[in-house]
């Protein structure tokens, strides 16, 4: 069964840190690029940060950069998304989604083929 599952998220106070994972199940994982995207209420869903299947290759919302860290474990086929000095504004619900499968470098441009349900992150004193 196909299957991604987010956790980590929570309350915390503003500068505080979260730490996302997001565990798959049924997917060779280096064969995909992950994405973290989130949504706000009355927003829409936008990308945070993306990490391609071969070479490890990151990318990041202005937003967000210097702050959040995406990583992958292949063979834990998790993926994980640090937080840092978070900001009200990083208030949303978060999301990992998967493109793939492919032999070829991939990143999350274009649709994601697979998404989880999403965990919530609240940042507020």
């Known amino acids: 069964q196909l299957q991604l599952v987010e956790s980590g998220g929570g309350l915390v106070q503003p500068g505080g840190s979260l730490r996302l994972s997001c565990a798959a199940s049924g997917f060779t994982l280096n064969l995909y690029a992950i994405g973290w995207f989130r949504q706000a209420p009355g927003k829409e869903r936008e990308g945070v940060s993306c990490?391609?299947?071969?070479?490890?290759?990151?990318n990041y919302a202005d937003s967000v950069k210097g702050r959040f860290t995406i990583s992958r474990d292949n063979a834990k086929n998790t993926v994980y998304l640090q937080m840092n000095s978070l900001k009200p504004e990083d208030t949303a619900v978060y999301y990992c989604?998967?493109?793939?499968?492919?032999?070829?470098?991939?990143?999350?441009?274009?649709?994601?083929?697979?998404w989880g349900k999403g965990t919530q992150v609240t940042v507020s004193s």
């Open positions: 990490i391609s299947n071969k070479g490890g290759v990151t």
């Open positions: 989604a998967l493109r793939g499968p492919s032999t070829l470098f991939t990143i999350c441009a274009g649709d994601m083929n697979y």
